[in-house]
């Protein structure tokens, strides 16, 4: 296996595209679109993270809530603080604020305009299986 790409159900194509370009950043977004000039798929790239949008009518086993139980964990280049304060000013709605995790990872959590919950996260210490152990013991 060499990577892999969600495809998320969304409501709006054109929407979801604009959260993740303005909001959160992806430079690369964009949407194809049937000969009557609305989008059939989207499309967001940053780096090496790829997320494709098809519409609900496109897949008939996703019924809403389309985000319940989907979360997708992110790392983030530079400073996890700073791209926060970036994309809550840009208008990101935070589910969970940011803390620093008892497995090394400092970590916020988003929800995206159709309910998926994005988890940013960098690692700000290297921790071991045994140390991830004792913490989950001793809470």
């Known amino acids: 296996m060499k990577r892999i790409s969600p495809v998320l159900t ?3 194509i054109d929407a ?3 959260f993740y370009r ?3 950043g992806f430079p ?5 679109r049937g000969p009557d000039g609305k989008p059939v798929h989207g499309m967001a790239r940053r780096g ?4 494709d949008f098809a519409l609900a009518g496109d ?6 809530p389309w985000g319940n139980g989907v979360e997708l964990y992110i790392e983030v280049e530079g400073d996890i603080d700073q791209y926060r304060d970036t994309v809550v ?3 990101a709605s935070v589910v969970t604020d940011l803390q620093t995790q008892f497995w090394g ?8 305009p159709n309910g998926y919950h994005l988890t940013f996260y960098q690692t700000v210490r290297t921790v071991s299986m045994e140390e991830i152990q004792q913490a989950l013991a001793s809470s």
């Open 89 to 91: 000013r840009a208008g």
């Open 10 to 12: 969304v409501r709006d």
């Open 22 to 24: 303005d909001v959160l």
């Open 105 to 112: 990872d400092r970590t916020f959590t988003i929800a995206d």
């Open 16 to 18: 979801t595209i604009a």
């Open 48 to 51: 090496a993270v790829a997320l």
């Open 28 to 32: 690369e977004a964009s949407a194809v």
């Open 59 to 64: 897949c008939p086993h996703c019924v809403p």
